[in-house]
């Protein structure tokens, strides 16, 4: 009698394998060891559902999916954040336009800087110049401090004119990122505005104005 009961109180498992085939077994079933299986009681109710066992490298792999799937919302949420903020920051066309201005402007101020220095330095070069033509039939006799002048005039204006081409690098990158972020805008202006939420519709009730 006592086997008996066991017989009767023993679990059926159940399932679909991959080929579509039903299986049944006393114990779980290898083969759907990917799959959900059932386990029913003899009368045919489900006890339980045993989901999908996986070997270590599944689960591995697994593991690195939902790593990924929860890296890709985070990387949403901070591109919906940033959105907000530029929309924030840029409100229309005209607000991001005058911004562009202004950084071209700050950087045309310094080539325009830049210009009053290179042409400082080229008076100085004349001045160094008609020094030289002192020892224009005997270079060999030349100051040192002349020659020392010179040099520093030379490095003086090659670092004025690389600084230039910087500016006018930067000019083109500052282009670049209003162009960027212009179409990112076009679309967030054109986009229907945030539904107002539940919690945000009982805001003012929950805190009243005083009289």
Known sequence: MLMAGN????GIYTCIDAKGRKITADRPIGEC???????????????????????????????EKEKQQAAARLNQAEEKRRDRAL???????????????LA?????????????????????????????EFYKKTPSKTPLAVKRRLEEN??????????????????????QRFDGELVKL?????APAAPVTADAQLEPASNPKKP
Do not use: C
């Open 154 to 175: 030379d490095s003086l204006v090659a670092g004025q004119k690389r600084f230039v081409a910087d500016q006018e690098g930067e000019k083109r990158r500052i282009n």
């Open 104 to 132: 071209l402007d700050q950087v045309e101020e310094l080539i325009r800087l830049s210009s009053k220095r290179s042409q400082e330095l080229a008076e100085q070069r004349a001045i160094i110049a008609q020094e030289l």
């Open 87 to 101: 929309l924030t920051r840029y409100p229309n066309s005209a607000a991001h336009e005058k911004e562009r201005v």
């Open 33 to 63: 060891n990917d799959r959900n299986q059932q386990e029913v009681s003899p009368t045919g109710m489900v006890r339980r559902v045993i989901p999908p066992s996986f070997t270590a490298q599944e689960r591995a792999a697994l593991e």
């Open 7 to 10: 017989v009767v109180g023993q």
């Open 186 to 190: 076009k679309s967030l202006w054109g």
